[in-house]
């Protein structure tokens, strides 16, 4: 019995070192190479051989223009949201994930948020009867905007009278624009309580309604200079008289008006420095 286990192993031994064993051991060797390095080219392919590209900036572009340059970088556009907004014409792209300047892998997916070409619409909600505060909460759940405030008679103070759009009543239900500014007419309460009038000779009419809002008055147009067309020329223009007039004992009524002239020439302005003004 020994002697067959010696004559096994003796044979054993001599294969392991015969010319047939380094022969297939060379070849299995080959055989593990040639499989790893295919692995490898084949990881490296699939992975892209780890090289990124640089996500282009696609803000302004229309869908077509964002598709062209996306294939130029070797990546995918696709839409999945829409808003609406004046930052960047309608139809085009306003933001986009991953942003610009991110280093991605070929072939990715950029998600593009498009400015809509119609105005989200909203249903205006009831202010009326809600204290001030309640009110522009609810107009921002709305997606909707706290506008001017006038303060009228009425003995329930800072309690919403009226909503108003452009000057218009606006009922509830009626749809709106979201982000639209909705203005709101006060109740001034029944308080006696007398304040400081606040100068607002040489600001602009927009500084002018928010100073004088603050202080619970109200701010009346009544004198236009030509030039001054629309809402926006209005914001804008600088206001160059006032009544009552601002001196360091006047006083005025909670929920009072200031009388303001209105112009977009600075020079008629006093106090304004007309040397840096624009001569064209």
């Known amino acids: 019995m020994k002697f067959f286990k010696w004559l096994k192993n003796r044979a054993f031994f001599r294969f392991l070192v015969s010319k047939t064993f380094f022969i297939n051991l060379l070849i299995a060797i080959v055989l593990v190479v040639i499989m790893a390095f295919g692995t490898i080219n084949w990881l490296d392919s699939y992975s892209d051989h ?8 696609f803000t302004g572009l229309n869908i077509q ?6 294939e130029k970088h070797e990546l995918e ?24 300047d991110f280093q991605v892998k070929r072939n990715r997916v950029i998600y593009l948020t498009l400015n809509a070409f119609m105005p989200e619409m909203v249903e205006m909600p009831d202010l009326v009867g809600l204290p001030l505060k ?21 003995p329930a103070k800072d309690n919403v009278r009226k909503q108003l759009i452009k000057g218009k009543p606006i009922k509830k239900g009626v749809k709106v624009e979201k982000g639209t500014y909705v203005d709101l007419e006060l109740g001034k309460g029944q308080s006696f309580e007398k304040i400081s009038v606040p100068r607002v000779l040489g ?11 603050k202080k619970s008055l109200n701010l009346v ?9 629309n809402f926006e020329d209005t914001m804008a223009a600088w206001i160059y008289q ?17 009388d303001v002239y209105i112009t977009l020439d600075k020079t008629k302005v006093p106090g304004i420095d007309t040397t840096s003004v624009d001569n064209d």
């Open 77 to 100: 556009v696709v839409v999945s949201d829409s808003v609406y907004v004046d930052v960047v014409e309608r139809g085009s792209v306003y933001t986009q994930k991953p942003k610009p």
């Open 50 to 57: 780890g090289e990124a590209v640089t996500v282009p900036d």
């Open 203 to 213: 600001l602009t009419y927009e500084e002018a309604e928010s100073l004088v809002g």
């Open 221 to 229: 147009i009544v004198g236009v200079d030509e030039g001054i067309r």
């Open 242 to 258: 006032q009544r009552p007039y601002f001196t360091k004992d006047a006083e005025i009524s909670v929920g009072d008006y200031i």
């Open 134 to 154: 309640e009110a522009s909460a609810l107009l921002e759940t709305y997606g909707l905007k706290t506008g001017k405030k006038k303060y009228i008679p009425h």
């Open 65 to 70: 223009e964002a598709r062209e340059l996306a």
